[in-house]
């Protein structure tokens, strides 16, 4: 019996030895071998990228224990060949780690695995540079898509013999293109979208012979598209989209016979005929959009049996539109939007609405004849076609700027973009949740506002035209950013039938699509531009940059004028930021909601709107006067008594009376409780109308209050001044008052809470309350305290003059955008119409002329601005207290 069982356990040995050596994987006891350097490799890989579910304790070969493991989205593989030395020896040959929120850098150890052909990591949270050393992977295929990459392409990929193909787009990389990349004979395929690349194409480019994917969209890469594009002989896919680069298409891109995708818009330079693309039968989308292109569209594009996609809209084609486009069999996309086309109205595009077939837009071209009966047919954008505007025949939409066929009478706009009605501030923000298609013309039902949206989702064909939080917001006023209006490429809205004037425009942006975590969702970048009435407001608009993070508004003010009764606020996406994160297809425009507001100083008012400016303006200021008669009688009585402050003590009939004309009057008990009863730790500053405390008031919403000092001899002027004044402003860069409170002694004003206190603090605090400010941000802050000014003296109905404008008066909110307060002995601007006895301000940022002569204009204000100005660009104080006890001006050191 034991010889007997023996036997069998030696031939189950044998058989267990046989199974492993041929099919190469065992669990527990190996067969198959791993080295131990590419073991200890993927301990340094794992310890690099934080990974921590692999079991060292399993065969990395064995496929198991977390080595091979793809659920949905997630792949996390370790791939190894062990066919080596009679199949005694494995080597890993791919490294699959997509999707797995990996955080830490990029592994030196990956070298080791010197038999490694494929590597991917794209879509984690990968950060820093990308090691030099990885110039001698043997790999074929280098993916790091979608993470956090910084620093330049090293020069050292370029001695990788067998590479085939560059996956880096949606990082941070910056600098020129290395050169020597253009040794990479064998590379076919070359992503780096949606960086920070500069400088121009480097010309050893043309040796890439192999070359059939290349794209570079949405960096700043200059120059000319080079003529070397020729030597591609296999290219299929070009993108350049939103580049740097600049006109025209070369003629060489005729030889390129295999291209099937050329994408290349927003170029710069002179206008350009349509570029020869009739050999390349095979094209399947053309995107030229905003090449400057004139010229007629070319007869051939209409006899390209495989073309789905042609966008050329944005450019300068003239002419009539080819007939033979109406028997495209392929076409499913066609945009010639904002064009110089002429003519009749293609008629087959009617007919369009029977199939269904081919979305369509049209939009703001030039025809004369043939008008349709309608604005919108299904899936044919058709809004400003004609070139008339004054044609009665016509329906309103189809003429150019929307003209009003009635009396105009609106004066005011609001759209909760994406969402449904909501009330906020008291204006109902219209209803805006209708989904809709990639071309398409809205009109409201009150016929107030419409939109006109083009465009589709690339690589997303059931791309959603709304974006919707899927988390908490914990916003002001989160009805506005729930849902939000999206466009791949051009959203236009219209305010329509407004009365002309001067308005102010009102655009609120939340990024709601992008997470702000350690996902490779949070890696996504939106960027685009704003037009209000044709003309720039924002470029290269980031909404998450602007707001400091996802999921926090930012609003952005504009004022504009409307003369034809029509007001057109156009975004629009350039090509630039990411387009595939968290997945393909995101990208484009997103607004939350538009408020369009009539400014207090707007033209053409009438007469009876004049009138009730002049009763409310006299009314207010008999109100002003009735208090400060108030203030001089009680505080004379009140010097021959306790020497308290007793405004309106022993007389609440007439507090009573001034609560109900205030619009935001706080008592003194809410006030106390959000200040925990003026507790010194909630203390924040101290000024010259008294301290200043931190509160936060029952619904959350922080607050700083301004208390009286009691030893202020001016509070009381002051008080009232900066009530008159602040209250009448509304300005980005202006601190924004809340309210107040009277009760007895106690006066109190409350504004807006910033949490990084002042400049004065930010540069010269102590050492703890400093604040590191780069270049960027004191340009900004000097850039947003010069608008705040010129909105002073210049833009709002009362030309005010500050009279002390300092480092302690100009506070920062979170993102440090500067806000000028405390307008406490600020006056109307005289113009040195009269010379002032009553000198006010700080010593060392007044005028000279204020200073000696009490010459009081808006120069005086211009004068501590640049006194300012010089403090925060030098990061020295006005005057330094020396060592010895001297004092040295900076202006006499400047």
Known sequence: MARGGGGFRLLVLLLLGLACSNGGRCSGARATLLPEQEVEALKGIATKLNKTDWDFSVDPCSASGNWANSTGFLISNVTCDCSFKNNTECHIVRLELMRQNLSGVLPDEVVNLTYLRYLDLSRNFIQGPIPASWGDLPVYNLSLQGNRICGTLPK?????????????????????????????????????????????????????????????????????????????????????QGTSMSGPIPPEISLLKNLTELRVTDLSGPSMKFPPLQNALHLTEVVLRNCSIYGEIPYYLGQMLYLKVLDISFNKLTGQVPVNFGGMVALQYLYLTENMLTGDFPSWMLKNKASNKVNMDISYNNFTGNPPSECQQVNLNMVSTFSSSNDNSLQPCLRKRLPCTTRPHHSSLFINCGGKSVSVNGNTYEDDSSQIGTSTFVLSDDKKWAYSSTGDFVGNENGDYIARNASKLTLAYPELYTEARLSPLSLKYYGLCMENGEYTVEL??????????????????????????????????????????????????????????????????????????????????????????????????????VIAIVIGAAAFAIILLLIAFYFKVFSRKNAKGNGKHSFYQGRKTNTSELQTRAQYFFSLKEIESATKHFDPANKIGEGGFGPVYKGTLPDGTIVAVKKLSSKSSQGNREFLNEIGIISALRHPNLVRLFGCCIDGDQLLLIYEFLENNSVGRALFGRAEHQLKLDWTTRYNICLGTAKGLAYLHEESTLKIVHRDIKPSNILLDEKLQPKISDFGLAKLNDDCGRVSTRIAGTVGYMAPEYATRGCLTRKADVYSYGVVALEIVSGMSNINSMSNEEYLHLLDWV
Do not use: C
Request: proline share 5%; net charge negative; no cysteine.
């Open 508 to 609: 609120h942006f939340a990024e709601i699509v992008f997470t702000d975590d350690h996902t490779y969702s949070s890696n996504g970048k939106r960027v685009f531009d704003v037009f209000i009435q044709g003309s720039k407001v924002l470029e290269d608009f980031n909404i998450e940059d602007e707001a400091g993070s996802p999921h926090r508004e930012i609003n952005r003010i504009f004022t504009t004028n409307i003369t034809d009764n029509t007001l057109e606020i156009h975004f629009y996406w350039g090509g630039k930021g990411t387009t595939a994160i968290p997945y393909r297809g995101v990208y484009g425009p997103l607004i939350s909601a538009i408020s369009v507001t009539q400014s207090r100083n707007h033209h053409g008012l009438s007469i009876g709107v």
């Open 156 to 240: 050292e990929l370029g001695r990788m013999p067998m590479l085939k193909s560059i996956q880096f787009e949606g990082n941070q990389i910056e600098g020129p293109i290395p050169p020597e990349l253009g040794n990479i004979s064998t590379l076919q395929r070359f992503f780096i979208s949606a960086n920070n690349i500069t400088g121009e194409l480097p010309s050893t480019f043309s040796r890439l012979a192999n070359m059939t994917d290349f794209r570079i969209d949405g960096n700043s890469i200059s120059g000319k598209i080079p003529s070397f594009i020729k030597n591609w002989q296999s290219v299929n896919r070009i993108d350049m």
